[in-house]
């Protein structure tokens, strides 16, 4: 059976930039492809930084149980489409799901054999500075996801690993030892 990775950890932690630097290293990996019920950001691509639905869209696929897992993330909502899973697992691809905490342990109770890692940052403060400096939210939903932040945080020793994103390169290394090891059974 392929491994399934899952990166959770706090908005702004800088999850995407780690899973791209992942990718670049490990091109044998694959990212699911997200669904979700937020607004495109300029530049985001549907299909590709997420499949972007209504909301009656996304519950109807709720409804007839096509999400692995989904969560309601400030005032959105986002879930993994077994389509995105189930393919890749048949072929043996290794498949990485970048998720909140919610959504990461529904898949934690669904697929225990699941690889979790947790992203945490040095400080709560660098969290606000790079959710600040990143620009894609307003100051009101900066204030929302910093909120969210405290609970999540609060939940970091409930994951396998926990990266400390502080030197990126370091957390970068970190990452792909991680990952290797695990696809190579030596844990
Ligand atoms: P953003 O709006 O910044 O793209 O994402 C907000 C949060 O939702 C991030 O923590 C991101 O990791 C998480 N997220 C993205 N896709 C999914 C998903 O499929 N399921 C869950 N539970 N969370 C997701």
Redesign the pocket.
Known sequence: MAKVFV???????G??TLIRALLDRLPRLAV?V???T?DP?PGEVDGV??HFLSRTEFDRRVAEGA?V???E??G?R????RSELDSRIERGIPVV????????R?VREKMPEAVQVFIAPPSRETLRTRLVGRG??TAEQVAR?LQTADA?LAAQREFTYVVINDRLEEAIVELVAIVERELAGRV
């Not at 990166?7 to 932690?13: A, D, F, L, N």
């Not at 986002?78 to 489409?81: A, C, D, I, S, V």
């Not at 799901?97 to 990461?104: K, S």
């Open positions: 990166i959770t950890g706090p908005s702004g932690v999850k995407g699911s997200s669904a979700t937020r950001r930084a997420y999400f897992e989904w969560a993330y400030s959105n986002y879930g993994t489409l799901l970048e998720i909140e905490v919610q959504g990461a529904q894609t939210d996801r999540e």
